[in-house]
């Protein structure tokens, strides 16, 4: 599509059939694959793109001081009403201990944990919500391991939309509950996993004519870009050697590809990082297919601690492929215990992300040691959802776990008194 055709259409991934922007189908209807949202190639040149992002976002009105819609060109052009809190415009961290834990000195840390409902989902929940608006639905669901709902639940809200919610009975973390209940949304809870969760929405939402706003819609693969966007431009734009991102429906890697590829062709960087997609070892049928070169799709009864990336069935595994071959990335699954330990340290350096997250510096680490990431690299690792996500998990591990964790941080209980508060800072 040129000159005189539409500014953004979608297009199936799978056998090329465009469709327009607002059809309201989150799969193609001709063969059932999955969707990309493509954009004509921007008007303005690389320059005035930069001009554009770095503009102040207190001089600007209203949405556009988001860290997504400030990149609306590029994300949902035609979009003239953004359900935005706002969101985004995260920080990009150093600290020295989770630099030496890794092993790499120039470590950057991608805190989506700064969004308004505390994890990234709220990036591209805004691009699906708003374009659950265009669309004109009354309802939207998800299926969720937690995040994806309670940023569901928060945008629902805000759009006066019902919000349907499916989650897993069993291993959805507190914090995450504890939101999509606050936040008004109708909460099924689903005796069985994520991926029974999935298919059950799916399902729905082609039954009952409710809208789609997992990752699959390729909407809210849109508003996840700006991730890598906000953090290029945080860098000056100078591409950093590798991306780690914590990957369990694929969603995410889906997106840091398509962001990456986009602004390479844009001229916004010149050359494409690498990424490293890191699923935990009881949930990697990601890392599976890459270890064989992505020659079969593998599904896997998935168990981990990190329930977030509690996924054997990735929604997005041919979209993630693509991100893996553009970005001569790799995947690779780390063990509970690293993952907790990285989360530990990062818990422990004052910054704090749930478990899913830390398993990014996990991976990180591991790639270290294998050789594969050098140790003079300059890397950002994504931190996807804030410590508060998962308090159970923090309690176990400081309070409860016999033996003792090497960095558990017991609580002490004392008197009222305060010769027993002298003891404690004696001891
Ligand atoms: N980190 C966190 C904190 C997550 O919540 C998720 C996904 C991921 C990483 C993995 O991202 O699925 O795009 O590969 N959470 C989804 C949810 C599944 O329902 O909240 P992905």
């Known amino acids: 599509m040129s000159g005189h055709g539409p500014r953004t259409w979608q297009q199936c991934d799978a056998c090329g059939a465009t469709h327009d ?31 554009l992002f770095a503009e102040p976002c207190c001089a600007r009105p209203g949405p556009l001081a988001s860290g997504v819609w400030r990149f609306k060109e590029l994300v949902l052009p035609t979009a003239t009403a953004p359900v935005s809190h706002p969101e985004g415009n995260t920080p990009l961290l150093e600290r020295p201990a989770v630099s030496a834990f890794s092993g790499v000195a120039d470590l950057r840390l991608k805190h989506e944990g700064h969004n308004p409902t505390g994890s990234f989902k709220d990036r591209g929940m805004t691009v699906g919500v708003t374009q659950a608006v265009r669309v004109g639905a009354t309802a939207v669901a998800c299926a969720s391991t937690g995040n994806t709902s309670a940023s569901l639940a928060a945008y629902a809200a805000q759009a006066g939309l019902k919000a349907l919610v499916f989650v897993p009975r069993d291993g959805i973390a507190l914090g995450k509950l504890a939101q999509s209940l606050a936040y008004g949304a109708r909460t099924l809870l689903v005796r069985g996993n994520f991926d029974d ?27 996840q870009k700006t991730i890598v966007l906000e953090l290029l431009q945080q860098l000056g734009w100078e591409a950093p050697d590798w991306i780690a991102v914590p990957a ?157 964790p090497p960095r558990a941080n017991r609580p002490v209980e004392i008197e009222p008194a305060l010769a027993a508060v002298e003891a404690v800072l004696r001891s």
């Open 248 to 404: 369990g429906n694929l969603g995410n890697t889906a997106a840091f590809g398509k962001a990456l590829v986009e602004a390479h062709a844009l001229g916004l960087i010149d050359r494409i990082p690498r990424i490293a997609a890191v699923q935990a070892a009881g949930a990697a049928p990601f890392a599976l297919g890459f270890a064989e070169g992505f020659a079969h799709r593998h599904t896997v009864k998935p168990e981990t601690v990190a329930t977030a990336i509690k996924i054997g069935d990735p929604a997005s595994w041919d979209r993630a492929v693509r991100t893996m071959i553009d970005t001569r990335g790799v995947v690779l699954g780390v063990p509970d215990g690293e993952i907790l330990e990285a989360k530990a340290v990062i818990d422990a350096s004052g910054v704090g992300c749930e478990p899913a997250s830390a398993a990014s510096v996990a991976g990180v680490r591991r790639l270290v040691e294998a050789g594969v990431i050098e140790r003079e690299a300059r890397v950002v690792a994504v931190l996807t959802g804030h410590v508060l996500k998962d308090p159970g998990i923090l309690l176990e591990y400081h309070r409860e776990q016999e033996p003792a």
């Open 197 to 223: 969760c999935l298919r059950l929405v799916e399902e729905a939402s082609r039954e009952l004519g409710v809208y789609l706003v997992n990752s699959i819609n390729p909407f809210r693969l849109e508003g």
């Open 21 to 51: 922007e607002l059809m309201a189908a989150t799969r193609c209807p001709a063969c059932n694959g999955l969707l990309a949202v493509r954009h004509a190639p921007s008007a303005h040149g690389a320059a005035e793109l930069r001009r």
